[in-house]
């Protein structure tokens, strides 16, 4: 599986296109506020995209999720406990978000431990709530996909509706912190890191 970075919108929220390469089927992890730039690159690239999975359900990384729906389909899948707030646009922050298109109607809400299939490759559905009640993370193969859960030597912040601090570190460190050191973390915002440097230096999980 080839992973691209794509950073967009204000945000400078990370957007992810994930390719299986023999077949060229391909899935994104939150288009962010760019579906027509995705869906053209997957155009380029000759992909044919199958989902659009997205870690939360916050505007700056679900925006773009109707327009790319529309020009390269692909199934919209979000977590179960975040469908309110996408329904709602003052929750999922699109208001405060100028020039994000509303997400478009969803076609599968997961709880975690669901899994995608593009070609061979297998994508898990990790439940990780505390940023957002229907937070949720991606694991194929060594990449995992934290969304505003974990970042490079920070955690998501959880003082924005629906947030629950306790139960955002209790994600981190059940569900996240059990994985190899070796895997690689593809956060929401910023920097691509592992699993073993954040469990080494993250200043906010040293004794979770
Ligand atoms: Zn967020």
């Known amino acids: 599986m080839r992973v691209e970075t794509m950073v967009v919108g204000p945000l400078k929220t990370n957007a992810y296109v994930l390719v299986d390469e023999p077949s060229g089927e391909a899935a994104v992890v939150d288009p962010g506020a760019a579906g027509l730039r995705i869906a053209d690159a997957l155009?380029?690239?000759?992909?044919t995209l199958k989902f659009i999975l997205?870690?939360?359900?916050?505007?700056?990384?679900?925006g773009g999720a109707f327009d790319l729906r529309r020009k390269a389909g692909g199934e919209y899948v979000v977590g179960e406990g975040d469908r309110g707030q996408i329904e709602s646009p003052?929750?999922?922050?699109?208001?405060?978000?100028?020039?994000?298109?509303?997400?478009?109607?969803?076609?599968?809400?997961?709880?975690?431990?669901?899994?995608?299939?593009?070609?061979?490759?297998?994508?898990?559905?990790?439940?990780?709530?505390?940023?957002t009640p229907g937070s949720v993370s991606y694991l194929s193969g060594q990449a995992l996909f934290t969304g505003d859960t974990l970042f490079q030597n920070s955690i998501g912040?959880?003082?924005?509706?629906?947030?629950?601090?306790?139960?955002?570190?209790?994600?981190?460190?059940?569900?996240?912190?059990?994985?190899?050191?070796?895997?690689i973390v593809?956060?929401?915002?910023?920097?691509?890191?592992?699993?073993?440097e954040e469990r080494a230096n993250n200043p906010f999980l040293q004794g979770v």
Do not use: C, W
Request: hydrophobic share 35%; glycine share 14%.
């Open 43 to 47: 155009k380029a690239a000759g992909a």
């Open 54 to 62: 997205t870690t939360h359900g916050h505007a700056d990384h679900t």
């Open 90 to 131: 003052s929750s999922s922050l699109a208001a405060m978000i100028p020039g994000f298109a509303n997400p478009p109607a969803i076609d599968r809400a997961v709880t975690g431990g669901e899994s995608f299939e593009i070609g061979d490759t297998r994508i898990f559905v990790i439940a990780t709530p505390g940023h």
């Open 157 to 183: 912040r959880y003082d924005l509706p629906g947030g629950d601090g306790e139960l955002e570190l209790q994600s981190i460190k059940d569900k996240l912190l059990t994985l190899p050191d070796q895997m």
């Open 186 to 196: 593809y956060p929401g915002h910023g920097p691509s890191t592992t699993i073993g």
